[in-house]
């Protein structure tokens, strides 16, 4: 099994940054595509980045393009999401999935992920 384990959250002020951790257990991210998605209060889960384990290239959602970086670190098995330029639009719980073999077409898609984290809060406020 994997098990994920969101963390780096907190309440920032708008222009701000934060970096968000995924870290796994159970096995390695190898092969798997590694997405993150952020759910505010009364709306529905949206994609926000995803990186392939091994390489390949990476995916934004456009909303979070130039200001959002997500990267990852082989020896400690963990996804990061750096986030710069914060808005206050970007408030929510942040979460963090995997899945092994998603075509880029699906890779956006939350519902297509088999693991979760429990997810992070993030505040974007004055």
């Known amino acids: 099994q994997m098990q994920l384990v969101e963390s780096g959250g907190g309440l920032v002020q708008p222009g701000g940054s934060l970096r968000l951790s995924c870290a796994a257990s159970?096995?390695?991210?190898?092969?798997?595509?590694v997405g993150w998605f952020r759910q505010a209060p009364g709306k529905e889960r949206e994609f926000v980045a995803a990186?392939?384990?091994?390489?390949?290239?990476?995916y934004y959602a456009d909303s979070v393009k130039g200001r959002f970086t997500v990267s990852r670190e082989y020896a400690s098995n963990t996804v990061f999401l750096q986030m710069k330029s914060l808005k206050p639009e970007d408030t929510g719980v942040y979460y963090c999935?995997?899945?092994?073999?998603?075509?880029?077409?699906?890779?956006?898609?939350?519902?297509?992920?088999?693991?979760w984290g429990q997810g992070t809060q993030v505040t974007v406020s004055l």
């Open positions: 990186i392939r384990w091994s390489g390949g290239g990476s």
């Open positions: 159970g096995r390695s991210f190898a092969n798997y595509a």
């Open positions: 999935a995997a899945r092994q073999g998603l075509i880029a077409g699906l890779i956006r898609r939350d519902n297509e992920y088999y693991y």
